[in-house]
């Protein structure tokens, strides 16, 4: 009966002795590490895509809140009928008019409605922007010499692969002095 339990007993032996060359064998360590690596570059990768197209959203609107301004400098009331179409011309544009024009300048993967427009007729320049739309229907400053305001506010919304995604509103604001 001796010799089952040595035999037993060795090959117990054996068995904790692989076990042990396995937890400090190092083969599949790198496989692992690779993994881990892949997963945080590929998270920053796509971070700093969403981050440029962050930047390209921001350019875009200040470009669009510029032409806005620009398309209703050159409507102002000095003209004697009003704009029957946002591409009408030698007309006072209304704030519809210049809504619809921001929301049909469409850049790849933008799209500005005529609701994140804002348009502010002012007799003088404000000392900041505001970001919130105070629109009035009557245009009652909008002769030459006053001041038109257009202020875009878009959601964009920030999505990188293992972050929760958040929404952020990109603002931006152009004022300038109606000539017509």
Known sequence: MR???TIRLHKNALLLSSLRRLWHDEQGGSLVETAISFVL???LI???FEGTLAVYSYH???NAAHE???YAIVRGGGWD???SSYSSSGCVASVANVQNYVASLNFPGIS???ADVCVAYLASAPGSATTTCTTSTTNT???PGDIVQVTINYPYTLSVPGVPSHTFTLTSTSQMTISQ
């Open 3 to 5: 010799i089952p339990g």
């Open 46 to 48: 796509f971070g700093v």
């Open 60 to 62: 875009f609107l200040a």
């Open 68 to 70: 806005g301004t620009r």
């Open 112 to 114: 500005i409605t005529a």
């Open 141 to 143: 400053n909008n002769v």
């Open 41 to 43: 570059l590929s998270s």
């Open 81 to 83: 009928v009003p704009c």
